[in-house]
């Protein structure tokens, strides 16, 4: 099962919590696009918003992210928030966590496999967005976080039973983390990806 973070807070009980398995190609390639991705991530991480505050924080038009929210929303992503802070406006916010798919259930179809490819592949920008942001502003995090933060790699022979409790033990440790760290002043948002893919032969 592979998951979709999008960028998330946690904390009070208005926040999106759970996970949207998503089961249909057709609801993922909906989420597959590179501005509802990030339409999506904004309200996970911020909260909610509205299409013209989305559209400004994205260089679009409100036009254009008030059809992608409505796109999101027709499948089932986001939601019209019901504390709306007056008449004139429509704020919106995530449903859920995280988004979840099945690679093998959705890799029956040629569209499941194009949508699960893009979202492999959005992932992957975020990291590399994240990377740039921390080297580009390094010196202002300060030496103790300059020294905690990277990124590392290893070669291990694990099955595919271990991968999966790999990953599930270490989604654990993080909120187990989390929960000892909250309100603590020195506590930040940290992005944390982990990915693992078979190989065969030399690692260069």
Known sequence: MQRLLCKVTFGDMSEPTGVYRVGDPRTLKAVAHPL??????????????????????????????SYHLRQLAKYGFVEQDPEQRDARERR?????????????????????????????????EVLARDRGRFERDRESWGPAWMEAAGM?????????????????????????????????????????????????????
């Open 36 to 65: 509802r991705v990030r339409l999506l991530g904004a309200l996970r991480l911020e909260g909610p918003a509205t299409a013209t505050e989305l559209a400004v924080r994205f260089g679009e038009s409100s036009g254009s992210t």
């Open 92 to 124: 919106w916010r995530s449903v859920h966590r995280y988004t979840a798919w099945s690679e093998l259930e959705l890799g029956d179809t040629p569209e499941g496999r194009e949508a699960t490819g893009f979202m492999r592949d959005r992932q992957f």
């Open 152 to 204: 590392s790699d290893d070669i291990a022979r694990l099955t595919p039973a271990s991968l999966t409790r790999l990953y599930e033990r270490v989604t654990a440790l993080v909120r187990e983390m989390e929960a000892e760290d909250e309100g603590d002043p020195d506590a930040e948002r940290v992005s944390i990806h982990l990915a693992a893919f078979p190989t065969r032969g030399y690692i260069a």
